[in-house]
């Protein structure tokens, strides 16, 4: 009797430490799968990330084709680049704030009316992989109106003040010494133009895409100026 009842306390012992046992390897499998479930999340945002990224690319594209097929002729009174085209997605002077910084291109306000960059021949708003493209444009100068225009000019502004463009300066301003905040200037502080006869504009696209992902991109274009423009 005395060995039996041995034999029943160690049975008891062992089951114990099996439970224990099998709790550890319990835990170890849910850790397990945890850690592989956030590696595939991990890999899947990168992945999309990626594919929003470029995404950008067309709007960037379609901003800059846009761009090149109303260049025209910058003295034209009513030419499109002269004045803000929001159905476009164009401002033509830099888009600031009341307080003359930037605007927030991170707030949902600043994109209400914003074109989308659409595949070729696609209706859909949004490409095979869930992303929605769109784009702002504008120009890199203080004003509207025609580069380095005054009053009197038809395209100028009517205060008489000249319309400071990104690496453009008026020709009656060239060899002053007026060097205009903002720009670049010589050692004699004359202001100078680093790229003549461009124009630049600024493109800032803005993918959403599945899993919430949303990416901003940001292009200065150059665009040639035309011989008749004058301002440069």
């Known amino acids: 009797m005395k060995n039996r009842s041995t034999l029943v306390r160690q049975s008891g012992v062992i089951l114990f430490i099996a439970l224990v046992i099998l709790v550890f390897m319990s835990m170890a499998g849910v850790a397990l799968m945890r850690t592989i479930d956030v590696g595939n999340d991990i890999a899947g945002n990168f992945a999309t ?15 800059s084709g846009w761009l090149t097929t109303n260049q025209g002729d910058q003295t034209t009174a009513n030419l499109t680049l002269l004045t803000d085209n929001v159905a476009n997605g164009y401002a033509a002077k830099r888009r600031l704030d009341g307080a003359g910084n930037d ?22 708003e949004t490409d095979s992989l869930g992303n929605r493209v769109q784009y ?4 890199q100068c203080a004003r ?55 124009t630049y504009y600024r493109v800032v696209v803005r993918t959403t895409g599945l899993r919430n992902a949303v990416s901003y991109v940001q292009a200065l274009v150059a665009q040639q100026v035309p011989a008749n423009s004058g301002g440069q």
């Open 49 to 63: 990330r990626q594919a929003s990224l470029t995404a950008s690319d067309r709007g960037i594209e379609q901003a």
């Open 103 to 124: 605007v927030n291109f991170f707030s949902d306000a600043t994109w209400a009316n914003a074109p989308v960059a659409k595949m070729p021949n696609v209706a859909s």
């Open 136 to 139: 702002l444009i504008d120009r």
């Open 144 to 198: 509207t109106g025609q580069l380095g225009s005054q009053a009197g000019n038809a395209n100028g502004n009517t205060d008489g003040q000249y319309n400071y463009c990104l690496n453009s300066v008026p020709a009656s301003l060239a060899g002053t010494g007026d060097c205009k905040p903002g720009f670049p200037c010589d050692t004699s502080g004359v202001s100078v133009d680093v790229a003549p006869n461009l």
